[in-house]
């Protein structure tokens, strides 16, 4: 894979991150319904991301954790999908709110890992530091 044609992993899914950690922290005065619509929709903003990210690495020696990271996106999209239900469903906002803030962890935890994955794959066809 050249420099040039290596796609920009994660940008979309940054950006979409972001829009739900702003989603996920309503202003004072905001009904729980129009709150938790918009996190529903910052959440789907967030898995289109997550299923257009590209998989696999080039590299044997990033295989494996390019690997990890394919098996992380599946459960990360699977857990989506279960906490937008109880977004627009559940009345325990409380109970609502640690679980979407768990999520939110592990989405950031991803796209780090997603940046050092190209991190790695860069200095490898740039040739390191040593």
């Known amino acids: 894979m050249t420099l040039a044609a ?14 739900l950690v702003a989603a996920a922290s309503p202003p004072q005065g905001t009904s729980s319904g129009a ?3 918009q996190v529903h929709r910052r959440m789907g903003a967030v898995r289109d991301a997550l299923v257009a990210e ?4 080039s590299e044997a020696w990033l ?22 239900a ?20 592990d989405l950031g935890r991803h796209v780090q890992r997603l940046h050092d994955l190209a991190y790695d794959e ?9």
Request: charged share 25%.
């Open 6 to 19: 290596q796609p920009a992993p994660a940008v979309g899914l940054e950006h979409a991150l972001a829009g």
């Open 35 to 37: 709150w938790r619509w």
């Open 54 to 57: 590209v998989g696999g690495q």
């Open 63 to 84: 295989a494996a954790r390019g690997g990890t990271t394919s098996r992380e996106r599946g459960t990360l999209l699977a857990r989506l999908g279960t906490t937008g």
């Open 86 to 105: 109880h977004v627009l469903a559940d009345g325990d906002a409380p109970v609502v709110r640690r679980e979407l803030d768990r999520l939110l962890v």
């Open 122 to 130: 860069v200095e490898l066809e740039l040739g390191g530091s040593d």
